[in-house]
């Protein structure tokens, strides 16, 4: 092989790097898919809250809270390299997902949530103005219609920013503490309230490209300018 093809595949190879590590979802769930097929483990008392449906024309996965001492929730792992990546670059929680109408208190019975070892984040959707949310969005009560959210952080400010359909709703959030290593979502509530219903269509974790890769990216384009003196 020349030297200047050498050159060219090596720069294809770092660019194509890039590009396979660019801004990426680190899990998700959608549809009808069970969760614990997805890189989720389920976490709770009743796994038989889970169940697949098509939901008016939506494909989702619904959790119900069910009643007393009955729980929920799906969690998918984070690696300690995702975790620090996310802190210092830049994640975003999403997820498409209605709430069904019901006649009681929310309390915790659907919630969404991002761990990183301290940081807590977490939408829970709640009706109860007695009920303190733990640190971020209480969103809406009964029957909220199925809506694409993202708690997006940003690393610079050490906030995160809630758009609810791309309209940004909440803003300078902050994390509460508690401990684990994942993002999930589902029924936090063993107590007596049975109510909750959540409609899981989408639920995914975003994290942006470590340094690193730009400056892979950086390397690739210098190659890619020897490659073309060498050309010459
Ligand atoms: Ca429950």
Redesign the pocket.
């Known amino acids: 092989m020349k030297l200047r093809q050498l050159f060219s595949a090596m720069a294809v190879s770092a660019i194509a790097v890039v590009v396979a590590q660019g801004s990426f979802i680190v899990g998700s769930h959608s549809g009808q898919n069970d969760p614990t097929t997805e890189g989720f483990a389920a976490v709770g008392t009743?796994p038989g809250?889970g169940a697949p449906v098509n939901d008016g024309g939506t494909d989702a996965w619904t959790v119900t809270?069910?009643?007393t001492g009955?729980?929920?929730a799906y969690r998918h792992p984070l690696s300690a390299g995702q975790i620090a990546s996310a802190q210092a670059n830049g994640w975003t929680l999403r997820s498409n997902v209605r709430v069904g109408a019901h006649a009681g208190g929310l309390n915790s019975?659907v919630i969404l949530e991002a761990r990183f070892a301290n940081e807590w984040w977490m939408i829970r959707w709640q009706d109860r103005p007695d009920l303190t949310v733990f640190n971020n969005a209480g969103v809406v009560g009964a029957g909220f219609p199925y809506a694409l959210l993202e708690l997006t952080y940003d690393p610079g400010a050490g906030t995160a920013k809630l758009f609810v359909n791309g309209n940004e709703e909440l803003s300078n959030l902050v994390p509460g503490n508690n401990s684990g290593e994942y993002f999930g979502f589902g029924?936090g509530?063993?107590?007596a309230?049975?109510e909750?219903l959540g409609y899981w269509n989408l639920v995914e974790f975003e994290i942006v490209p470590e340094p690193g890769t730009l400056a892979m990216l950086f390397a690739g384009l210098c190659v890619l300018s020897s490659a073309r003196r060498f050309g010459r």
């Open positions: 009743a809250n809270s069910g009643t009955e729980e929920l019975t029924d509530d063993s107590g309230t049975p909750g």
